[in-house]
């Protein structure tokens, strides 16, 4: 069973501390996404990376950097947080290639003060 | 840009009617048209997919169609059940994938 973890589900900061998300999947597979998920807008990527040390900027990378040193953990990092960037993020991986299922962890809910 | 537009944002229907979701996308090149259901505290989970090459797939009580001519596809969800209620987002993906906006589905008992 695929499984994606989050390392938190809810997480509260102060405006300009720098926040670290965890994603790990145990299923080998290739791309690992982050998206934030807001009322309205729904899921929209961030980051993506297609293999270790390689990274893509989504469509709302500003504020936001990732790191991909392992093949099953992908990081979301907030150098600086801002209460606009409260939000859900979501994680996500899949095998390689375009077309294939994407497999989702719980989220994170992140509320900056 | 590429979009997906999804109607409607909220849906209630009776329990045991049929639900309809309706998606339509921009980029006429989109060959694969995933769906999503999320359910409350989880992350989003496939529950079916359709390729450019078939108008129609069905699994269960689930069914997606799909016209390439008018760029649109739409999820049928059958007998509906309280399980059913949920968030459904539909996708298109040609080289990166686009999510619809969402649709909150209520079953009412």
């Known amino acids: 069973d695929v499984k994606v973890t989050q390392s938190s589900r809810y997480l509260v900061k102060r405006t300009g501390e720098k926040v670290f998300l965890e994603c790990v999947q145990d299923?080998?597979?290739?791309?690992m996404f982050w998206y934030r998920q807001d009322p309205g807008l729904g899921l929209r990527l961030i980051y993506f990376?297609?293999?270790?040390?390689?990274?893509e900027k989504g469509d709302i990378p500003e504020g936001y950097s990732v790191s991909r040193e392992k093949k099953e953990r992908f990081s979301l990092i907030l150098e600086s947080a801002s209460t606009n960037q409260t939000s859900m993020y979501l994680c996500?991986?899949?095998?390689?290639?375009?077309?294939?299922?994407?497999?989702f962890g719980p989220g994170t809910r992140l509320t900056v003060l | 840009g590429e979009n997906v537009e999804q109607h409607p944002s909220t849906l209630s229907v009776q329990e045991g009617d049929s639900a309809v979701i309706k998606c339509t996308y921009s980029d006429s090149a989109s060959n694969y048209f995933p769906w999503y259901k999320q359910e409350l505290g989880k992350g989003p989970q496939l529950i079916i997919d359709i390729r450019s090459n078939v108008g129609e797939k069905k699994d269960q009580r689930i069914a997606v169609t799909l016209n390439k001519t008018a760029k649109h596809f739409s999820l049928h969800i059958t007998e509906t059940q309280p399980e059913d209620s949920a968030v459904y987002f539909c996708?298109?993906?040609?080289?990166?994938?686009?999510f619809g906006k969402g649709t909150r589905l209520h079953i009412l008992p």
């Open positions: 299923m080998d597979h290739e791309n």
């Open positions: 996708a298109a993906i040609h080289d990166k994938i686009i």
């Open positions: 990376s297609y293999d270790v040390k390689m990274k």
């Open positions: 996500a991986s899949s095998t390689s290639g375009s077309y294939n299922e994407q497999f």
